[in-house]
């Protein structure tokens, strides 16, 4: 309905021109938005404010006209103008409930549309160091992002999901020393582990397994491995020079040996990861491997990028990227005087390759600890020729973990967290996609373990399950009774439709595709979840209020019409958040 008053005010303008009553280079942009009280009608426009000026009417003068070029629209029940200038519509009714004909013809498919004209977009997110397994907080972004991508398809974009695999850099080298450690305490060796390892369980595991196929290969002396180390945080020494000392010695005591248990550590966790995500239905079409940025010379062609188009300077023998230009707070260094490339230019070179690739638009998900990477990448990204509006990027808040009323103390680098999967073995997918993406993605977030485990109505993913069961078991107590519902008569007899809870039902199912494209567009889950929470609640009052399974053929058929579209709209919805919709509850 709101494409069909968008449609109607544009002729009115046009009819308007035509007569001489409005001038021909008035604009025709405004918004027509759902009325939030039914007595200002169904649907509110405020094109005779947007209008006024370049009409050199008033509000007030430029509305009358448009009412009245409107008077013989046979979808507008009333028309009235409201404060300064709205335009409120009142829909006649068998125009609002013709939608429930038009969801049991469509199915699956109401709500789609191709907005989007297949542009391409590539949506960047989880992306967590393979050191570990996914813990909570990379389930919020995994959900979300799984979800906005579902939506942006929904709505005609063409998207690709990609995930970047930090393969390379001092994080991966910490954890294959760290591997190696505990490798040589399984053999027997004795030492302080370092404050700067990794030491979760599945380090210990990852070790356990290399000692099994290479028994004592990659054996050394601890005194060996640890003489001229520099002392360790607790002895009063500095942690990272101390890691990083013996990542040196590593690399050094290991040769080849070292690029084995790198690889056994990035192999194992990145596969870990893969299943953990696959289960929680997230899937990718491209794992992207930050190696290949350096085995392709990738970065070098980012930088070069750059320099092309005047960007890059040098000082004090290093490379320098003019961010400033481009509204960030400082220049950025992209190649060492060393020669070593920054954690920058790979993000530069992985930009410039997305560009490469033809995407339209960008999307790079960061979690909200990442804030301060936003304004570089969109410098980065500009300098490189792409509009700053086809970027974006949400930041996605920590998830915080509540048990008994209690919050859950978590720390990655001591090992001490809750993973993605201990989170889904204990609450079920279904709730831990609808919790995390229920709210919008940069609020905080307290996720609640004992209300995701509830059957109860105060669990909005239970509450919402729940309505659509309850619509299944009326078709089988319609069967149980040897009773029959005929679609096409309910259609026929959509005109008994006049309860008040009838009514508001009919209203809401009709906003579905609104609230699809307007969720797709703000790339915001959360305003889809609540809506089918709404819902929901809509048909719950709807249903203990009416009786569905009646003597009246005409009024059952009609019931039952609404009451199948309803149940396809929470399919469609919960379909599209990818969680499942139980028959029997």
């Not at 009235?80 to 969801?103: H, L, R, T």
């Not at 309860?499 to 959360?526: G, M």
């Amino acid at each position: 309905m709101k494409e069909t008053l968008q449609q109607l005010l544009e002729q009115a303008v046009l009819q308007l021109q035509a007569d001489g009553r409005l001038p021909a280079e008035v604009p025709t942009v405004f918004r027509i938005d759902r009325t939030k009280e039914a007595k200002h009608g169904d649907y509110s426009s405020n094109i005779a404010l947007m209008l006024a000026k370049s009409a050199q009417l008033s509000p007030l003068e430029l509305a009358t006209l448009l009412v009245d070029a409107l008077s013989h629209a046979k979808e507008i029940e009333k028309i009235e103008i409201a404060g300064p200038g709205f335009i409120n519509f009142f829909v006649k009714q068998n125009v609002e409930q013709s939608v429930i004909a038009k969801i049991l013809e469509e199915g699956k498919k109401f709500g789609l549309s191709d907005i989007g004209k297949k542009q391409r977009v590539i949506v960047e997110f989880v992306s967590a160091n393979p050191t570990g397994p996914l813990h909570v907080g990379h389930g919020r972004g995994a959900a979300y992002g799984s979800v906005v991508s579902d939506l942006l398809q929904a709505v005609g974009f063409d998207v690709h999901r990609e995930y970047y695999v930090n393969d390379a850099g001092r994080q991966m080298d910490i954890l294959a020393t760290s591997i190696w450690l505990r490798y040589l305490e399984i053999l027997g060796e004795k030492f302080i582990f370092p404050a700067n390892g990794y030491r979760g369980d599945y380090i210990v595991a990852i070790a356990q397994a290399l000692k099994d196929q290479y028994q004592d290969t990659f054996k050394h002396p601890s005194a060996k491995v640890f003489e001229h180390i520099p002392a360790d945080e607790p002895q009063g020494g500095d942690k990272d020079a101390h890691i990083d000392a013996l990542i040196t010695r590593a690399k050094e005591l290991l040769k080849q040996g070292y690029e084995t248990i790198h690889q056994r550590g990035t192999d194992t966790i990145l596969a870990d990861i893969k299943d953990d995500l696959h289960e929680f239905r997230v899937d990718f079409d491209e794992w992207f491997s930050e190696k290949y940025l350096l085995e392709s010379g990738a970065i070098q062609k980012g930088i070069d990028a750059l320099r092309e188009r005047g960007h890059v300077f040098e000082k004090d023998g290093a490379q320098w990227f003019r961010a400033t230009k481009f509204g960030d707070e400082k220049d950025r260094v992209l190649m060492r005087s060393n020669g070593a490339h920054t954690y920058f230019a790979s993000d530069v070179a992985y930009h410039w390759y997305k560009l490469e690739r033809r995407f339209d638009r960008l999307i790079d998900i960061f979690g909200a600890d990442h804030h301060g990477y936003v304004s570089r990448i969109r410098a980065a990204v500009g300098a490189l020729g792409l509009k700053k509006e086809a970027l974006q990027i949400p930041l996605v808040q920590f998830a915080v973990l509540w048990r008994d009323g209690k919050k859950v103390q978590m720390s990655t680098r001591s090992g001490s967290f809750v993973t993605l999967r201990e989170l889904r073995e204990e609450v079920g997918n279904d709730a831990a996609r609808f919790f995390y993406v229920m709210r919008a993605c940069d609020q905080h977030m307290d996720f609640d373990l004992d209300l995701a485990k509830s059957k109860s109505n105060e669990n909005p993913v239970y509450y919402i399950q729940y309505a659509y069961a309850r619509i299944c078991s009326v078709f089988r107590q319609l069967d149980e009774r040897h009773m029959i519902f005929d679609p096409a008569a309910g259609i026929a007899s959509l005109d008994r439709l006049n309860s008040s809870y009838e009514k508001a039902l009919v209203s809401y199912i009709s906003q579905y595709p609104e609230v699809i494209l307007k969720a797709a567009q703000d790339l915001a889950p959360h305003q889809l979840a609540n809506y089918l929470r709404e819902l929901a609640n809509r048909f719950h009052v709807y249903y203990n209020a009416e009786k569905f399974i009646i003597d009246d053929d005409a009024l059952r058929h009609a019931r039952l019409s609404l009451v199948m579209a309803t149940r396809q709209i929470l399919q469609n919805g919960l379909n599209l958040l990818k969680i499942s919709t139980p028959e029997v509850m």
